[in-house]
């Protein structure tokens, strides 16, 4: 595709469920980022993902957060028995090489009941 | 610590009214600065990236400026279209990229 996807575009999901979200980058790009933007805010940064290189998990706000990536193709983000402050919009970007800035995706909105 | 601190929160303009927004880092190596627009319930997309101080790049009515510790995004007789929340990003050496809380701007006409 020409762009970063993402999806589901919307999810709502009951307190205590399990969720993921996906993220297919442009092709070829090297680098990943997982960012939540709560309503009014800015972003923050969650996990960052540069080729074979071990991610920088330094954002993640706690052990029910977790991601993976395979190579240089999809990511997953999964957020393991959701609360209601985990609602929030979740965006992906990718870059090649990590020396570029970022195109991101149209970002997944997450509610929790 | 990394960090990414934008000034004003919001803004509200007159159309035509020219104004500067402020973006203040602190990184341990700075590879890159980059300003970002994102409109209500899309992704952010990108305006600018700046490397080194002095740097300056320009498209349409903004124009963004770099120095060893701050950039500026300098808006000149802004329409109401350029409402939106404009967000600064910085790049360090690891290639983590660090956002700051953005400056939602509104422009009257």
């Known amino acids: 595709g020409a762009g970063v996807s993402q999806s589901p575009s919307n999810k709502v999901t009951e307190k205590g469920k399990d969720v993921e979200l996906r993220c297919d980058p442009i092709s070829g790009h090297t680098a990943l980022y997982w960012y939540r933007q709560r309503l009014g805010q800015g972003l923050e940064f969650l996990i960052y993902?540069?080729?074979?290189?071990?991610?920088?998990k330094s954002g993640l706000p706690s052990d029910r957060f977790s991601a993976e990536r395979t190579g240089e193709s999809v990511s997953t983000l999964t957020i393991q028995r959701t609360q209601q402050e985990d609602s929030a919009v979740y965006l992906c970007?990718?870059?090649?090489?990590?020396?570029?800035?970022?195109?991101f995706g149209p970002g997944t909105r997450l509610t929790v009941l | 610590e990394d960090q990414v601190t934008q000034s004003p929160e919001a803004l509200r303009l007159q159309e035509g009214e020219s104004s500067s927004l402020n973006c203040s880092y602190t990184v341990s190596g700075l590879r890159g600065l980059f300003w970002y627009r994102q409109d209500p319930g899309k992704g952010p997309e990108f305006l600018f990236t700046l490397y080194s101080a002095g740097e300056e790049k320009e498209k349409e009515r903004l124009k963004a400026t770099l120095t060893k510790k701050e950039s500026f995004l300098h808006i000149t007789a802004p329409k109401p279209e350029d409402s939106a929340t404009y967000l600064c990003a910085v790049q360090t050496d690891t290639g983590k990229l660090i956002f700051g809380q953005g400056t939602t701007l509104q422009v009257k006409p």
């Open positions: 970007a990718s870059s090649y090489l990590g020396l570029a800035r970022g195109w």
């Open positions: 993902f540069q080729g074979n290189s071990a991610p920088d």
